[in-house]
């Protein structure tokens, strides 16, 4: 799996709501997948605002960081797996 560069992610409208999109490592696929989560409500927020809430929600939920991108190339070994 090559580096992975941070993301800032993207900021939609769906309806009456703000949504934010982004790509997350899966461990095991060279492919990153994609998530869309919301962020709030249109006529609370700005786009920019938007934009700044999703910056930190990635950060929350760590997705750019390094732990993250070292559990995607390295998945987890069960028991078993160790035993042998």
Same mark, same amino acid.
């Given at each position: 799996?090559?580096?992975? *560069?941070? #993301? =800032? %992610? &993207?900021?939609? =409208?769906? %309806?009456?709501?703000? !949504? +934010?999109?982004?790509?997350?490592?899966?461990? %095991?696929?060279?492919? $990153? &997948?994609?998530? *869309? @989560? /919301? @962020? +709030? /409500? $249109?006529?609370?927020?700005?786009?920019?605002?938007?934009? $700044?809430?999703?910056?930190?929600?990635?950060?929350?939920? %760590?997705?750019? *960081?390094? =732990? !993250?991108?070292? $559990? &995607? @190339?390295? /998945?987890?070994?069960?028991?078993? #797996?160790?035993? #042998?």
């Amino acid at each position: 799996m090559a580096r992975r *560069s941070g #993301q =800032a %992610g &993207a900021v939609v =409208a769906k %309806g009456d709501w703000w !949504h +934010g999109r982004f790509y997350v490592d899966v461990p %095991g696929e060279e492919k $990153r &997948a994609r998530k *869309s @989560i /919301p @962020i +709030g /409500p $249109r006529k609370e927020m700005t786009k920019p605002e938007a934009k $700044r809430r999703l910056r930190s929600l990635l950060e929350e939920v %760590g997705v750019n *960081s390094s =732990a !993250h991108l070292n $559990r &995607a @190339i390295n /998945p987890v070994e069960t028991f078993a #797996q160790k035993v #042998q």
